[in-house]
Structure formats: C-alpha cells, structure tokens
C-alpha cells in the first residue's frame, strides 16, 4: 500500500487542511445546481453548470463512496475512463465537514451544509442522554425528518415536476439515513454495479419530462476501510467503479448528462499513529461520552471538565491533533451556521487529528472500528477534496 499521492499542481499538499466551500465549491452545491439546470423554479447554479449543459433535460449523478480526488491518481492504472474523465471533465470540490459518509450524503441531498442540516458526524450523542446514535445503523429513534428537518432537494425537484429516482443497495431502503439524504424520489435497489448502471439508466431514459436520478455506490471505500487504498481489493474495486462509469457514459441518451462525484477521500493510518483512548487513563479523566470517529471525536465531558480534558487531550496528543472548544469549532466555518437545537450534537470538546493520526477506541466501540486500514472525516485535502466529474450524453 502507498500513502496518499502527491498534489495535483497547484494545489495542497494531501495532508494540508482545506475548508469546506460552501456556496460554490461543495458537495452541497452539487444538486442545487443540477435542479437549476432542469429549469426548477428557486434553484441557483452554484457551479456554473448551466453553460456546459444547455439543453439538457435529464442529469444523472452518481455519489461513488470513498473516491477523493486526491485518490485518482492512484487508482489510474485500473480505472482509466476515470483517469480519462478526471483529466478532461472533471475539477475539484470539498465535501462538507466532517468529511464522512453519513454528513456528506445528507449534505448533498439537501443542498446546505451539516450544521443546518444535524448530521453532524458518523457518530452523534443524541442530546440530553448518554446514547450515542450511528447514523448507518439508524431506524427510527430518534424520528428522521424531526432529526434532519431540512427539506431534500428531491422534493423540490418533485413538486416541480421532476420526475426523481434514487439508486442504492436494496438494504439501505427505508432506513433513517436514506429518509434524512433522499426523501422525494422512488427508491430502486441495486446490489451490484451492472444492477446500479441498469436501474440508472432506465429511469433516465423513462417519460418525456425533465428527470433526476442520483445513484449510490460504495465498495470502494469499503475496501480502502478494510484492506486500505491501493490494496489489491481496492484496486479490484477501482476497476469496478471504472466499469460503472463507461456503462453509464457510454448509455447517456442525447439530452441528458452524468455528474459523478463523491463523499470524502481516505487515509491509510499506519497502526504507530494510533492513540487508543481505552487504555490511556488522561485522556479517560472527566469523559462522559465519546462520539464522532477516529479522525474526528467529539468529547462530551462532565460539568465543569471542559478545560481539563482540552489540556490533557492537548498534552497527549500533541501536533497529531487540533483540540478545541465546540465554541471555537463551530467560529471555524467547518459547519457552516449551527442552530441551537444542532449545537449538542458537537462535543464540548472537539478533536481533529492532523497527518495520518486517529484515536481509536478499543473497548468502548466495536472492535472493527479500530482495526481498519484507511479513515476519513478530518480536514486534510486527501479527505475532503472530491471530484467532479460533467459528462454529457
């Protein structure tokens, strides 16, 4: 395995911090934009899609898990209709903060950045409890649409009369995560790429009116999880992921066009840079609750242990990390505006793991989660800096 691969020029260096650009350069910008280019009343084209896709009446765009701008580089030599369109068509963004999955899928389907929208990271306490809520295995409790009350941006395209389907493997249908991201379109299961590529496809080419499809793919950052990036089963599915992307290219009809991008790159951690907080008593000392992920923690502390734990998790922690109040977290911009009823969902203590630093927990989480490969959800431009990608048909 390699580690991560060197900066486009001109741009950060793949372990420097980048800032979400909400309002014009962010996931978040990406369906806003797309519905203006479908004539839906309201929607602004933030990216200044409008140009390249005048006459386009049909977008498909397809979230790839996992697949940081600063990872095409690496993934090239088995993925060269990605190397090809990334070359030609395709620009950076940033996803919103923290770079993880959950957020940015929430953030891409509502169009505004995480602190309006409440998912505010891979793991939240749920306020006022010691419960601590993951957003993938989230069903009904706490109730989505009162957790993430922001409207989608498929439901706008729906009252407008945009014809809107959303593709994803079939278990993830009716779950609180797919309730929060993509309320307003039909749900079609997909378990496979060719299924994906096929459902996608079809209900583009479906009906005479203006149509939206936004279709999900994760197995590339399931394997950079579990084998790392630019392992050998990363490397499989890479390919995949290019097969993907030559179907759907090569079926756009003439009026349509395909928008591909993603949620967050990766980091492989190497197992030195690893800080258990099970077994290091300091960093324990006034903890009621730990959240968020290995890259980012959010500490709940006890009542009036807020200064210690930022001095002692500063202590230990030292350059690997930036250890913050919420209040100073939130002054930073990496959520945008944060209402009052989202604010609880941030520790009192935040903590950002720069280089390839994260802080696992070995007792306290499952087991899993700490013997993974790769990581994401911090700042650093290998994890926040995605593609994309405009093709037309």
């Not at 980048?18 to 369906?31: F, M, N, Q, T, W």
């Not at 079609?188 to 479906?206: C, F, I, K, N």
Request: hydrophobic share 45%; glycine share 12%; net charge negative.
């Amino acid at each position: 395995m390699t580690g991560p691969s060197p900066a486009p020029a001109g741009r950060p260096g793949p372990l420097d911090p980048v800032a979400p650009r909400y309002g014009g350069g962010s996931l978040a910008d990406v369906l806003p934009s797309a519905l203006a280019v479908l004539g839906v009343p309201g929607a602004v084209d933030l990216l200044g899609l409008g140009p390249r896709l005048a006459g386009v009446r049909r977008i498909a765009v397809l979230l790839v898990d996992g697949l940081g701008w600063y990872q095409i580089p690496t993934a090239a030599p088995y993925a060269p209709t990605l190397a090809r369109l990334a070359a030609t068509v395709g620009a950076p963004l940033t996803s919103g903060f923290p770079s993880t999955t959950p957020t940015s899928l929430v953030s891409m389907g509502t169009g505004v950045a995480s602190g309006a929208h409440g998912v505010l990271g891979f793991k939240v306490r749920v306020p006022d409890t010691d419960r601590v809520l993951s957003h993938i295995e989230w069903a009904g409790d706490p109730e989505p649409l009162r957790w993430q009350p922001v409207p989608t941006q498929y439901q706008r395209a729906r009252a407008a009369g945009v014809a809107v389907t959303v593709v994803s493997r079939p278990e993830y249908g009716g779950s609180g995560l797919t309730l929060a991201a993509n309320r307003g379109g039909d749900y079609r299961g997909a378990s496979d790429v060719d299924g994906l590529a096929g459902q996608m496809l079809t209900a583009l080419a479906a009906g005479a009116g203006p149509a939206l499809v936004s279709g999900y793919h994760p197995d590339l950052d399931r394997h950079g999880h579990l084998a790392g990036v630019d392992s050998a089963p990363w490397r499989l599915a890479a390919a995949d992921v290019d097969r993907l992307l030559a179907r759907l290219v090569g079926g756009l009809p003439p009026d349509a066009a395909l928008l591909v991008t993603a949620d967050h790159g990766q980091l492989n951690v190497p197992q030195a840079h690893r800080v258990d907080f099970d077994i290091d008593a300091r960093l324990r000392a006034g903890v009621r609750v730990i959240a968020g992920e290995p890259r980012v923690r959010y500490l709940h502390v006890e009542p009036g242990a807020v200064a210690d734990v930022l001095a002692a998790w500063s202590a230990v922690l030292g350059d690997a990390a930036r250890v913050l109040t919420r209040e100073e977290a939130v002054a930073t911009g990496w959520f945008g505006p944060v209402p009052e009823e989202h604010l609880g969902r941030i520790g009192d203590v935040v903590v950002v793991c720069r280089d390839t630093y994260a802080v696992v927990a070995t007792r306290s989480e499952k087991p899993m989660e700490s013997r993974l490969v790769a990581y994401h959800g911090a700042d650093t431009a290998a994890e926040m800096t995605i593609p994309l990608l405009v093709v037309r048909g």
